[in-house]
């Protein structure tokens, strides 16, 4: 439990020391399962970078109603956070890095028909594990985006495709979103 809390605390200080929350406001989270089940008792810091991505996303909004001075706040507020998953920690920087149990959780998105609704998976660029085929008679792709990144995009039976999206830090998250949203290449 005490990595979750420092999860929650270091996504909020990248969050406020950016401008991408306000320290007076408050937040609740209210975390559920699609299936309605139990959740078992949150540990470790793997929920960071969903975190601080939910900070940047409350406090920008879709830009309605602000000027939006730069790029990343023009791809916070362009970016959707409904029917994406990220498992990274995040450090005080704002910089994504390696968690543990990965691959189940891919596993799961891929598999469980309760994940269909989920598009993009979210992982640190570190987390190299995620680029390497899961199971062979999954259909699936090794992709490279226009900056010559690597990605891996899955087919899911009945469902929308998954794509797994590296990302070296919170802005690069954003950025990354927002090009595969706008441009919809969630396909394989």
């Not at 970078?49 to 830009?63: E, P, R, S, V, W």
């Not at 602000?66 to 920690?89: K, N, Y």
């Not at 899911?156 to 706008?182: C, E, I, M, N, T």
Request: glycine share 8%; charged share 25%; hydrophobic share 45%.
């Amino acid at each position: 439990m005490k990595d979750f809390q420092e999860a929650v605390l270091t996504a909020r200080y990248y969050a406020c020391r950016n401008a991408l929350w306000d320290r007076s406001a408050d937040v609740l989270w209210e975390v559920t399962r699609v299936d309605g089940g139990s959740i078992p008792n949150l540990a470790g810091p793997s929920m960071g970078l969903a975190l601080a991505l939910a900070f940047a996303k409350l406090h920008i909004g879709d830009g309605s109603g602000r000027e939006l001075a730069s790029d990343l706040e023009r791809w916070i507020a362009g970016s959707h956070l409904e029917f994406v998953a990220a498992t990274a920690a995040v450090d005080r920087d704002g910089r994504a890095g390696k968690v543990g149990g990965v691959a189940t959780k891919l596993m799961q998105l891929l598999v469980d028909r309760n994940c269909y609704h989920i598009r993009a998976l979210l992982v640190a660029d570190d987390q190299h594990d995620c680029l390497e085929p899961v199971e062979p008679e999954l259909n699936q792709r090794l992709r490279t985006d226009k900056d010559g990144a690597e990605y891996r995009a899955y087919k899911r039976d009945g469902a929308s495709p998954l794509v797994v999206l590296p990302v070296g830090d919170v802005p690069s998250a954003f950025r990354k979103l927002f090009q595969y949203q706008a441009r919809a290449i969630l396909e394989i």
